[in-house]
């Protein structure tokens, strides 16, 4: 029981000296400035970090050796550089062997294209089959001939065989008859065998050309395969040409090497990379800005750049571009953000003066940005600790005014980290509290410090 009392009698204490305070005995201490007419900005403050619009990779044309890559990252390059260099040996013995292969393709082709044996061939096959065709007539004549002397001959012997057997005739007539009838027959069985060979050396001539002609056009068939070959050992030689060519691999622009990935000789594979290279003078800057403050950010807005990355003096660019899309991120603390990436170009003027003054930052080092996106080159400003929320939700301060805190309503337009413009409410000069502390009552006495 006497606990509570006790306590009881010191809160009393405690509210009486509150009391004291406000009321009486000078008031509370507080601070306060002058409200007063000058420039404001709205911006939005992020880290970021250098980037390059683009990089360049220089990777393996082809599979093939890579000799060793002497740039280091840093080291400034010319369009058009040699910056690495495959080994050419394979490449030039793939080069020599298309070309002798082309070389034997293109005898094998003339060759096969000489055709004036078989073209005068076929020219005399023709004049032989005319020729035999005559030879044909007259042999057909031939064997009508000596048919109709062998039936004489028969009908000549039949009759001497009659006289003979009358006496009419000698015995030595009848024997040069009987031998003029056996060659007469031996004459026609000649002249009919004679006949059939020519018959078959007729069919045989008329095959002739044929045969000829299907030889032809199996050369023509051989050429045209022959042609085939031929062009894809030309494409072989372009190919290796070509690969000659780009094994002196090149620097597609004017900048610098960001990162080399290999330095000793060996082996690689088509498309692994070698190098990065970027154009130090077309540096921007990304930072991730939260897409509920991205949503106040347009192209051209102005933006400072500082940090240690460019030492004691900011430097200035614009908005270039806020990517249409937003992602999430989780933020040091673990909560689930949504950002939105914001791309900053710094003029190409300033750019040149950074590196002459070698106050150029490198790709991917970190800065700060303010990004500016509101303006008012004459308003009436107060500090921004100096604002509260009234129990209606609205913007309010505690002014000072014959030694007493007064809270006033407040309309607020652009507003920052450190100052707020005030629409109206107050008046140029009146003192506002700053940082008002929590038991500052309305019509609270105080005292400035």
Request: overall charge positive; proline content about 4%.
């Amino acid at each position: 029981m006497n606990r509570k009392k006790v306590m009881v009698t010191a809160a009393a204490i405690v509210i009486i000296f509150l009391l004291f305070i406000i009321f009486g005995g000078g008031g509370i201490p507080v601070s306060a400035v002058q409200s007063q007419y000058g420039t404001i900005r709205a911006y939005v403050e992020e880290r970021a970090k250098t980037s390059l619009p683009r990089v360049y990779h220089i990777a393996m044309p082809y599979d093939g050796r890579i000799t060793p890559i002497t740039l280091q990252p840093g080291t400034p390059v010319k369009q058009g550089d040699v910056i690495a260099t495959i080994n050419k040996l394979d490449l030039e013995t793939k080069a020599a062997e298309a070309r002798s292969r082309i070389g034997v393709i293109e005898g094998n082709i003339k060759i096969s294209r000489y055709n004036v044996m078989e073209e005068t061939s076929l020219k005399e096959s023709y004049d032989w089959i005319k020729t035999f065709a005559d030879m044909l007539k007259a042999s057909a004549k031939k064997v009508e001939a000596s048919e109709a002397k062998n039936k004489y001959s028969q009908w000549y012997l039949n009759s001497c065989e009659k006289m003979f057997s009358g006496k009419a005739i000698s015995e030595k007539e009848m024997n040069r008859t009987q031998m003029e009838a056996s060659e007469a027959t031996i004459d026609y069985e000649t002249a009919v065998l004679a006949n059939s060979a020519m018959i078959t050396m007729q069919s045989i001539m008329e095959l002739l050309p044929v045969y000829i002609k299907q030889y032809l056009e199996r050369k023509s068939l051989s050429t045209q395969v022959m042609l085939q070959q031929l062009q894809e050992a030309k494409s072989g030689l372009e190919k290796a040409e070509r690969d000659l060519k780009n094994a002196d691999i090149k620097s597609p622009i004017n900048g610098i090497v960001l990162n080399r990935f290999f330095m000793n000789e060996r082996f690689l594979q088509a498309g692994t990379v070698l190098m990065d290279l970027g154009n130090q003078e077309e540096i921007e800057i990304t930072s991730e800005i939260l897409s509920q403050e991205a949503v106040n950010i347009k192209p051209n807005d102005p933006v400072e750049i500082f940090g240690p990355a460019v030492g004691s003096t900011s430097i200035t660019g614009t908005v270039k571009r806020i990517n249409p899309e937003a992602f999430t991120k989780t933020s040091s603390l673990g909560v689930e953000e949504q950002r939105v990436s914001v791309i900053i170009s710094i003029s190409s003027d300033f750019i040149k003066k950074l590196l002459s003054e070698k106050r150029l930052p490198g790709v991917g080092y970190r800065l700060q940005v303010r990004i500016f996106t509101a303006f008012a080159p004459k308003a009436l400003k107060i500090p921004r600790t100096a604002l509260f929320r009234s129990n209606d939700g609205n913007w309010s301060a505690f002014i000072v005014s014959g030694g007493k805190a007064r809270i006033r309503k407040l309309q607020i337009g652009i507003m920052n980290d450190n100052e707020a413009q005030v629409l109206n409410g107050i008046s140029e000069g009146e003192k506002v509290i700053i940082a008002p502390p929590a038991s500052l009552l309305d019509g609270g006495s105080v005292k400035i410090e």
